[in-house]
């Protein structure tokens, strides 16, 4: 009967010692990081990606246009005969 018992015993236990721990304490978070600079200088260098990008592919549409152009000017026209 005592064997029986004992489990019951031991479950509740640690049941009331899980309860009772204390919390536990993370890192204060009352330090700020302020990195204003660092994030122009990220943000400005991405933006300077882009443009850089963003040239070859003006030219080249530029160009895509302009050969279009000049297909619809030297196509000849269908004359009728009579």
Not at 32 to 58: D, E, R
């Amino acid at each position: 009967m005592k064997t029986k018992m004992r489990l019951p015993a031991l479950v509740n236990t640690a049941v009331v010692f899980l309860m009772t721990t204390a919390n536990a304490f993370a890192a204060s978070t009352s330090k700020v990081f302020v990195s204003k600079m660092g994030i122009l200088l990220f943000l400005g260098f991405c933006a300077l990606v882009l443009v850089v990008q963003l040239i070859p592919a003006l030219i080249t549409l530029y160009g895509m246009l302009k050969g279009i152009g000049k297909e619809q000017e030297k196509s000849p026209s269908r004359v009728k005969s009579h």
